[in-house]
């Protein structure tokens, strides 16, 4: 909807009949599941979808299978695969790393 100070979202109330804690907060503060036909009512996209996730046996084959996908589909759909979904914690865990190795260096330095 569009009034003279921009766009509203549509908002609508809905009882909570479960909380799920995926202890990640990019999942815990952003994802919220409702059925399908109340999220379609929501988004006024009657009939249709605007993601999908798919679960893989090896998850090392997520990039080649989004590649795929968009070469089945066309260049108009996009894929993300759970590295790219994930890029703040690897590089949180890089930079832990980093640190580590920059400490006990430093304790081997001054233990010598």
């Not at 809905?14 to 994802?31: I, P, R, V, W």
Request: net charge negative; charged share 25%.
């Amino acid at each position: 909807m569009i009034s003279p100070v921009g766009h509203v979202p549509s908002m609508k109330k809905f009882k909570a009949a479960g909380f799920f804690e995926a202890g990640m907060y990019e999942y815990d503060g952003y994802y919220a599941y409702i059925h399908l036909k109340e999220a379609q009512k929501l988004l006024h996209s009657e009939d249709s979808v605007t993601g999908i996730e798919i679960r893989l046996t090896d998850i090392y084959d997520a990039d080649k299978i989004g590649r795929k996908i968009i070469a089945d589909l066309g260049e108009s759909y996009q894929t993300r695969d759970w590295m790219e979904k994930n890029h703040n914690f690897f590089s949180a865990l890089r930079l832990e790393k980093t640190a580590m190795f920059v400490i006990m260096s430093l304790i081997v330095l001054v233990a010598a």
